[in-house]
């Protein structure tokens, strides 16, 4: 009797001390895949695919779901069960034991797996806990009309003014909770004009995306660009249109919040989003064994990073706030920010100065970051009580720079998202001198439609450069009353990648040495700027 009681305890504390893992597992194949990119309506919305032909962006692999009878049999493992889907990564998120996920690989469909507790993966990772959610809850005394600094800032009125306000643009908000929204004032005549299409709780797996009450960290995201209060609060984008998607879990902080944000991310693609704004960081973890390092930080390490590229490469711009970390020890800017093809946004106070809290940008990562500021310190929100206040965050830079971009890509229909995001970094205040702490500054929207529209075909008419696209050569003519000019050549990051002095009025220019790719050419003398666009082949 006495053994059976110690076997029984041993076996109690066997059970109490096994540690439940997370792991992302990697499937080998999808079902249908050219039948379902011969007839992409079968995968897509109309509106996805019609947005993927304006810009060029092939339907591909990615786009084909995952095989939901591989997704069957996964959840039916002994201890699996499933918390999320990729159909980009072509992968599923599961929690359970170290022992059953191992034992997964047995099964024919099962590619890879990877643990998010690197130490299981032969790599290890050190931890540093917060709220990610602190300063942002953080208050300040509320001045009246605050609102329309955050906007002349960016000079987004001006483009208010010529009547671009979002129209026709779609945007996704990811995010952790959206109460009230589909009740409150404040976004009266976001539903009364029909554009708010819509979301899911990717959390709760629930359709109703307002039912979820624990957090309006949403709420007050969007309302910084499609909140209005008549003749007290305007958004930067107030006629665009919405989804709304929770992939934030506030009661942890766990990798699969990482697989919730890549599946709105690959739900927006399909329903033609134009703009995703994340004001949402991953860094650490509850449990210290998934967490990142700052050298993690690299654009290409996390989860969340990796999804982002593909969302940018499938045509969504994605902008996402930089982090609040600037004046805690970890200081850089987080995942998915990091990643280069998202537009990160930093924060500045009212004035346009630096917000200590705002994440800083390292050498490490693989681009300028962040991208560009906004007012983040004091902006203007309104809450879930239809109340205008004030908070810190580059949580809500992130979204006035969002809707801001939204309203210049409607003047600007044809632009691609990687044109739109240089138009915006050409237009900012230190676009010459970039930093790790304000990026490239904070942007002229309305300067920014002007270098966009210079670049439309009916202004080459005295300014030449041919052949474009080229590989080697290209001929440069400059009016011939124009006298030195100033040429300097920058690459779709922003960077400058060449500077020349022009005395001839024709000149010819060797480009072999650089890259393939699309090329920002400005021209600037004592009579004026002239701004090209140049795609190397």
């Not at 709105?264 to 990142?292: C, K, M, Q, T, W």
């Not at 020890?329 to 004035?351: K, L, N, R």
Request: a negative charge.
């Amino acid at each position: 009797m006495k053994k059976l009681l110690f076997l029984s305890i041993v076996l109690l504390q066997c059970i109490s001390f096994a540690q439940e893992e997370h792991a992302w597992v990697y499937l080998s194949d999808k079902e249908n895949v050219a039948s379902s990119i011969a007839n992409p309506i079968s995968i897509l919305t109309q509106n996805a695919i019609d947005r993927k032909a304006a810009f060029n962006i092939p339907i591909d692999e990615r786009d084909v779901p995952v095989n939901e009878n591989y997704i069957t049999q996964l959840k039916n493992q002994n201890g699996i069960t499933v918390m999320a889907k990729s159909k980009w990564f072509n992968a599923v998120y599961v929690v359970g034991l170290e022992v059953d996920i191992n034992a997964l690989t047995t099964l024919d469909f099962v590619e890879s797996i990877d643990f998010a507790d690197q130490s299981l993966n032969a790599d290890s990772r050190v931890a540093l806990q917060n709220n990610k959610f602190e300063v942002e809850e953080t208050f300040v005394n509320f001045v009246y009309g605050n609102a329309q600094n955050q906007i002349e800032m960016i000079g987004v009125d001006h483009l208010h003014l010529s009547d671009y306000t979002g129209e026709g643009i779609i945007i996704a908000v990811l995010d952790s909770g959206f109460p009230n929204v589909n009740t409150m004032d404040a976004f009266q005549r976001l539903r009364d004009n029909g554009d708010l299409l819509g979301g899911y709780d990717f959390v709760d797996r629930n359709e109703d995306v307002f039912e979820f009450a624990g957090n309006e960290h949403g709420t007050r995201v969007l309302s910084d660009m499609a909140g209005f209060i008549e003749d007290e609060f305007v958004g930067t984008a107030p006629d665009a249109s919405y989804y709304l998607f929770r992939t934030e879990d506030t009661f942890n902080e766990m990798p699969f919040e990482e697989s919730y944000w890549v599946e709105a991310a690959e739900r927006a693609d399909s329903l033609g989003v134009h703009i995703i704004n994340s004001s949402l960081g991953y860094r650490v973890f509850d449990n210290p064994n998934y967490s990142y390092t700052p050298n993690d930080m690299n654009g290409n390490t996390a989860f969340v990073a990796k999804g982002a590229n593909i969302a940018n490469e499938k045509g969504i711009l994605v902008v996402n706030s930089a982090g609040n970390s600037g004046a805690s020890s970890w200081q850089t800017v987080g995942a998915p920010a990091d990643a280069s093809g998202v537009f990160s946004i930093g924060a500045v106070d009212s004035e346009g100065n630096y917000a200590s809290f705002s994440s800083q940008g390292t050498a490490i990562q693989p681009t300028q970051k962040p991208d560009v500021v906004a007012q983040g310190e004091a902006a203007a929100v309104v809450n879930s009580n239809n109340v205008i206040i004030n908070n810190n965050g580059t949580s809500f830079s992130s979204p006035i720079m969002a809707g801001a971009i939204a309203s210049l890509w409607q003047a600007l229909p044809d632009a691609t998202n990687e044109e739109i995001k240089q138009y915006v970094r050409m237009s900012a205040s230190q676009f010459n001198t970039p930093d790790f702490f304000l990026g490239y500054g904070i942007p002229n929207l309305e300067m920014a439609l002007e270098i966009g529209l210079s670049l439309s075909e009916e202004e080459f008419v005295q300014f030449k450069v041919f052949p474009n696209p080229a590989t080697h050569i290209i001929n440069i003519q400059i009016p011939t009353q124009t006298e030195a000019t100033n040429l300097r050549i920058y690459n779709v990051l922003g960077k400058l990648v060449l500077e020349k002095e022009l005395t001839n009025s024709e000149t010819k220019l060797d480009i072999s040495s650089m890259a393939s790719g699309l090329y920002m050419m400005s021209f600037n003398s004592e009579k004026g700027s002239k701004t090209f666009k140049l795609i190397k082949s």
